[in-house]
Each structure stands twice: as C-alpha cells, then as structure tokens.
Nanobody
Framework: QVQLVESGGGSVQVGGSLRLSCAAS????????MAWFRQVQGKEREGVAA????????TVADSVKGRFTISYDNAKNTVYLQMNSLQPEDTAMYYC??????????????????WGQGTQVTVSS
C-alpha cells in the first residue's frame, strides 16, 4: 500500500508561483507513474502532469504547458509540481496520484491506484 501526502497549496495572487509536493510512503513498481490532477467542485477532474520514474520523463497538459513543471526526487520519493504565472482558472483542489505504468501509459489521465487527500490552490486577482 502506498500513501501519498500532498503539501504546498495556498493562496496566491495572479502571476504568482507555488510548488506542490507529494511524498510517497514508499517507492514500488506499483507507483512508478506519479501524476497531478486538479478539480473544481462541480466540474470534472482534469489531468495536469505525469512523471514516469523509470525514465525520468514527464508529460504536461496543454492547458498548463510552459507554466507548470513536474519533477521527482528519488531520494525523497517525492513528486513536485512547480506552478508559475498562476491564473484564476488554476484555482482548484490539486491531487497527487500514482499507479503502475509504462512509458506510454504514464499520462495524467485514466485510472490511478493511489490518491492523496488533496491540497487547495487559490489564485486571486
């Protein structure tokens, strides 16, 4: 069983930055694909970014490309989401997720096995 704990959310003004962290309790092959999703209450969940640990490769959704970056620290079993140039439409609950995946299947979409509790990001103008 893998537990994911997110941190780093908060309130920021337009144009500001935040870095979200998601610490996994343990690294296993069942969690070699880690991702970030976000959801606004009443709306569908949106995939933001994914990181395939085996090849240190990443995928970022078009909606945040150029502003958000996903990275991973092997020593800490922690995935990060660096968010720059934040806009009001980035306001959401952000969730970390993990699953067993391959290079081609590690995308911020579909079913994930493990989920964190979420961290709120609020961007105000």
């Amino acid at each position: 069983q893998v537990q994911l704990v997110e941190s780093g959310g908060g309130s920021v003004q337009v144009g500001g930055s935040l870095r979200l962290s998601c610490a996994a309790s343990v690294y296993t092959s069942s969690s070699n694909c880690m991702a970030w999703f976000r959801q606004v209450q009443g709306k569908e969940r949106e995939g933001v970014a994914a990181f395939y640990i085996g090849l240190s490769s990443s995928t970022v959704a078009d909606s945040v490309k150029g502003r958000f970056t996903i990275s991973y620290d092997n020593a800490k079993n922690t995935v990060y989401l660096q968010m720059n140039s934040l806009q009001p439409e980035d306001t959401a609950m952000y969730y970390c997720a993990a699953k067993r995946g391959g290079f081609s299947s590690c995308r911020p979409q579909g079913d994930f096995t493990y989920w964190g509790q979420g961290t709120q990001v609020t961007v105000s103008s």
